[in-house]
């Protein structure tokens, strides 16, 4: 989407939103880059920048929109002050695992089956 989160004007953004007990939500990207055309030039937010701008805002907890399981994995890893929501995460499994990397989330529906099955897998 072209904008950059290294912003300074940001900085009194967050104190306002923080300030009002809102929520940010910052989407990553407009659309899932992996069913494009490849000419298109519009390119996601990069994964550093999302985790630089959780580093300088670490008491503003933001939803990041438009992540792929692995940006998810590697913002966990080091961040705490994020969720994510997972419709661009289209893993097999994937709520289970995020279930196990948090378990005072929501357990995923007993139910819930991939729409689409990998080649390999067992089941």
């Given at each position: 989407?072209?904008y950059?989160?290294?912003?300074?004007?940001?900085?009194?953004?967050?104190a306002?939103i923080?300030?009002?007990?809102?929520?940010?939500?910052?989407?990553?990207?407009?659309?899932?880059?992996?069913?494009r055309?490849?000419?298109?030039?519009?390119?996601?937010l990069?994964v550093?920048?999302?985790?630089a701008?959780?580093?300088?805002?670490?008491?503003?907890?933001?939803?990041?929109?438009?992540?792929?399981?692995?940006?998810?994995?590697?913002?966990?890893?080091t961040?705490?002050?994020f969720?994510?929501d997972?419709?661009?995460?289209e893993?097999?499994?994937?709520?289970?695992w995020a279930?196990?990397?948090n378990?005072?989330?929501?357990?995923?529906?007993?139910?819930?089956?991939?729409a689409?099955?990998?080649?390999?897998?067992?089941?």
């Amino acid at each position: 989407h072209n904008y950059s989160l290294r912003l300074p004007a940001l900085a009194p953004f967050v104190a306002a939103i923080n300030a009002a007990g809102l929520r940010l939500i910052v989407a990553t990207r407009l659309e899932d880059e992996r069913h494009r055309y490849h000419a298109l030039a519009v390119k996601g937010l990069p994964v550093a920048q999302v985790a630089a701008f959780l580093a300088r805002f670490p008491a503003t907890h933001v939803v990041c929109s438009g992540l792929y399981k692995p940006e998810i994995e590697t913002l966990a890893a080091t961040h705490e002050n994020f969720s994510a929501d997972i419709a661009f995460a289209e893993w097999l499994k994937h709520a289970r695992w995020a279930h196990a990397k948090n378990p005072r989330a929501p357990s995923p529906p007993r139910h819930q089956r991939p729409a689409l099955r990998h080649p390999r897998s067992s089941r």
